[in-house]
């Protein structure tokens, strides 16, 4: 019995985290092989309007690791990549209509021939919820020069509780860099 309950746990927590929409792209003139170290700029002063320090220090940390799995080292300074990190939320509104269709009189046979049908009846229902999508920017730039050589962006609905943040913001961090040119190095 316990196992056919994991079975829908399973399929829900992976169908919950489809949810990212992630965007990229690169200056492919650029050989990303070269670097070895990053640094975090900071955030943009519009980010700490929807941000707190503890959700900070999660996508941090997030980007981080993910940078680490492509033998990325951090260093608080002289790095060869600065790392730049954004984060827009917008208000949405989401209206879901459901429809039910409803025969009247019924069907039958009828005198001179084939089957007749009644009238038909339907109402709609609209719903609307409100939520939050996160668009989250990072950008990455070589620190000699100041270019922009990377850019990822991941887009996803916010999530209200702070222990599901903190369940959610590593899987949005490992969508957006997994179109990063450098792939994570398999260390077994």
């Not at 990212?20 to 980010?47: C, I, L, Q």
């Not at 025969?103 to 089957?115: C, D, E, P, V």
Request: charged share 30%.
């Amino acid at each position: 019995m316990k196992k056919l309950l994991v079975i829908p746990f399973i399929y829900f927590a992976a169908v919950s985290c489809t949810s990212v929409t992630v965007h990229s792209d690169y200056d492919k003139t650029v050989d990303f092989t070269k670097y070895k170290t990053f640094e975090f700029y900071g955030w943009t002063e519009e980010s700490d309007k929807v941000l707190n320090q503890f959700d900070k220090e999660r996508i941090e940390k997030a980007f981080a690791e993910e940078f680490a799995k492509r033998d990325l080292q951090f260093v608080k300074s002289d790095a060869d990549m600065v790392v730049s990190l954004f984060l827009v939320v917008d208000q949405k509104t989401s209206t879901t209509a459901y429809t039910n269709n409803y025969g009247g009189a019924g069907y039958g046979y009828g005198a001179r021939w084939g089957w007749y049908g009644g009238y038909g009846q339907s109402t709609t229902t609209y719903s609307e919820k409100d939520y939050q999508e996160g668009t989250l920017v990072v950008d990455v730039f070589d620190k000699g020069d100041k270019n922009l050589i990377w850019q990822g962006v991941g887009q996803k609905t916010v999530e209200e509780k702070p222990e599901k943040r903190e369940r959610t913001i590593p899987y949005v961090a490992e969508s957006i860099m997994k179109s990063f040119p450098i792939k994570p190095v398999d260390k077994k």
